[in-house]
């Protein structure tokens, strides 16, 4: 896969790219390798991403990326936090996560909490991030974790907010990596 990405950017002089992806799940980066170099079809691409499962909108919208990816060799980079794991801070908020699974995510936990620090921040939380859990909750949406476990009582604000910034950590920090 290298040496064709290699190859493909070397004769356009274009610089190495990516296409990220907030649909596909981090453990399934695996599949999209396999799917880029041709070594499964689109439909084992999806099954291999449970993407009926694990995102919300159809394929169909996406697949013109997908197909330029694949004819390109343009690596796909699964971003998103892996369900299983946002559940947890869902249920139980980020201590309930291990270091092992911290690290997968948050590759600098101190500038991680340094960003969380200042007032803009703050007025972001106030501005986003607040009128979003309001609206989960007008909709009776809390009682769910984004895997389909339920919960006694609405999530609390803490874990809400928590998975959010995970959710935008996982996916700035991946694309950071690539």
Not at 106 to 112: A, K, L, R, V, W
Not at 153 to 167: A, K, T, V
């Amino acid at each position: 896969l290298h040496e064709d990405r290699k190859r493909l950017f070397t004769k356009t002089a274009a610089p190495p790219m990516a296409i990220g992806l907030e649909q596909v799940q981090r453990q399934f980066q695996p599949v999209l390798d396999d799917f880029i170099a041709g070594k499964i079809s689109e439909e084992e691409m999806l099954k291999g991403v449970d993407w009926e499962k694990r995102w919300f909108w159809s394929y169909a919208n996406y697949k013109p990326v997908f197909d330029a990816a694949r004819e390109l060799k343009i690596p796909l980079i699964a971003l998103n936090v892996n369900s299983e794991d946002l559940a947890v801070v869902e249920k139980g908020g980020f201590p309930a996560l291990t270091r092992s699974q911290i690290r997968t995510y948050i590759q600098d936990p101190n500038g991680f909490a340094e960003f969380a620090k200042p007032e803009s921040y703050k007025t972001y939380v106030s501005y986003v991030i607040r009128p979003s859990y309001d609206l989960h909750q007008q909709m009776g949406l809390l009682r769910t974790t984004i895997s389909g476990q339920t919960l006694e009582e609405d999530m609390p604000f803490r874990n809400f907010f928590s998975g959010r910034i995970l959710w935008d950590e996982s996916m700035a920090s991946g694309a950071f990596s690539w």
